[in-house]
């Protein structure tokens, strides 16, 4: 199983923009090096200059009017794209994957109480915010509840033991509200 973690991570990885660090959407091909980026991601990282390109990942020089659409990508993309979310959905929740950067939940935002992926942590919606990893937010959760439930058992057999008196016709101190005389 986890071998098959490890191919799923690396598709995710070859699927994604080395940009802005999501999926791929309509991407193209630098043909002087064959990298590829969105479309949208090169168009900012140029910017509006009309100068000499280079490749953001490996810095060759590149003509700008050079990019060749690369549809299969788009079209791999996508599928790894639903195989992710499919994959978190079938975990029910233990983990899954982020559904905005198709991570994985491998961290815990204290201040907003939910799992966050590595790349939420580092945005700056979760800037100063405490994080911790997952599994130790699942164990300090497991206990507190743990915890509660013990005063709710405790509460419960208070509560049983003074329904068997009541039931073995001990009496109740007279009640001094309006509705019980």
Not at 80 to 99: A, H, I, W
Request: with cysteine; hydrophobic share 30%.
């Amino acid at each position: 199983m986890a071998a098959a973690g490890g191919h799923i991570q690396r598709l995710r990885d070859e699927a994604t923009c080395s940009i802005c660090l999501d999926y791929f959407k309509d991407p193209v091909t630098i043909p002087e090096c064959g990298h590829n980026f969105c479309r949208s991601c090169l168009v900012l990282f140029w910017g509006e200059s009309e100068a000499e390109a280079s490749c953001p990942q490996c810095r060759e020089r590149v003509q700008r009017r050079s990019l060749v659409s690369n549809r299969q990508l788009a079209n791999v993309a996508e599928i790894v794209k639903n195989l992710s979310l499919q994959e978190g959905k079938e975990e029910g929740g233990k983990g899954g994957v982020c559904e905005k950067h198709q991570e994985p939940l491998k961290l815990f935002c204290k201040v907003h109480k939910t799992p966050i992926c590595v790349v939420c942590d580092k945005s700056k919606e979760h800037e100063n915010h405490k994080v911790i990893p997952l599994e130790e937010a699942f164990q300090e959760y497991k206990g507190e509840i743990c915890h509660r439930l013990e005063i709710l058992r405790k509460e419960r057999e208070e509560i049983l033991a003074h329904q068997a008196d009541l039931g073995q016709g001990k009496q109740r101190p007279p009640c001094k509200c309006l509705c019980c005389y």
